[in-house]
T-cell receptor
Framework: KAGVTQTPRYLIKTRGQQVTLSCSPISGHRSVSWYQQTPGQGLQFLFEYFSETQRNKGNFPGRFSGRQFSNSRSEMNVSTLELGDSALYLC???????????????FGDGTRLSIL | GENVEQHPSTLSVQEGDSAVIKCTYSDSASNYFPWYKQELGKGPQLIIDIRSNVGEKKDQRIAVTLNKTAKHFSLHITETQPEDSAVYFCAASRGYMDTGRRALTFGSGTRLQVQP
């Protein structure tokens, strides 16, 4: 079974630009979450999508947005990029979620975004 | 919101020794506690998890213990090997029955180095 696939693996952008990152979850998984990883702040939750709906959102500005398609694939968009957005962006998928049953989240290898 | 503290930040052991990493959490409603291993250039890999209705779980050389009263949980690795060298993250989350939303709150990570 293929794991979580994130594309591209590396990306270089300049301040003010926007970027779109893609995530394909494990086949059959319907919940996709996004995390930002930096040396200073560690791993921080961005948002979670389930059945094409944003179900939860972390404390990030509105420049960070996402969406999920009917096949569960997800995209994350960051507009008006800032130097501080340089980070490893990780996507994680889990089967369904819902209720008190916390199902394991499996991560992809991330997209490393560098802002010049 | 949830806050997870992880200690130590670095840990060096000799091959064959045991390693213990400890985490505390603040939200008494958290009910799921996974541990992840992250190698250089890779995303976090789930190595073991425990739910709040269980006090201990073991998988070969890896074990996790949970003390709900004290709100702390620990990762134990026995007979360490050089390939165990990596950064280890603990995390905590809770499930919401009404919306099903969830998010993992991560500890700051422990860099484990196993000396041959």
């Amino acid at each position: 079974k293929a794991g979580v696939t994130q594309t591209p693996r590396y990306l270089i952008k300049t301040r003010g630009q926007q970027v779109t990152l893609s995530c394909s979850p494990i086949s059959g998984h319907r919940s996709v979450s996004w995390y930002q990883q930096t040396p200073g702040q560690g791993l921080q939750f961005l948002f979670e999508y389930f059945s094409e709906t944003q179900r939860n959102k972390g404390n990030f500005p509105g420049r960070f947005s996402g969406r999920q398609f009917s096949n569960s694939r997800s995209e994350m968009n960051v507009s008006t990029l800032e130097l501080g957005d340089s980070a490893l962006y990780l996507c994680a998928s889990s089967p369904t979620g819902g209720g008190y049953s916390n199902q394991p989240q499996h991560f992809g290898d991330g997209t490393r975004l560098s802002i010049l | 919101g949830e806050n997870v503290e992880q200690h130590p930040s670095t840990l060096s052991v000799q091959e064959g020794d045991s390693a213990v990493i400890k985490c505390t959490y603040s939200d008494s409603a958290s009910n799921y506690f996974p541990w992840y291993k992250q190698e250089l250039g890779k995303g976090p890999q789930l190595i073991i998890d425990i739910r709040s209705n269980v006090g201990e779980k073991k998988d070969q050389r890896i074990a996790v213990t949970l003390n709900k009263t004290a709100k702390h949980f620990s990762l134990h690795i026995t007979e360490t090997q050089p390939e165990d060298s990596a950064v280890y993250f603990c995390a905590a989350s809770r499930g919401y029955m009404d919306t099903g939303r969830r998010a993992l709150t991560f500890g700051s990570g422990t860099r484990l180095q196993v000396q041959p």
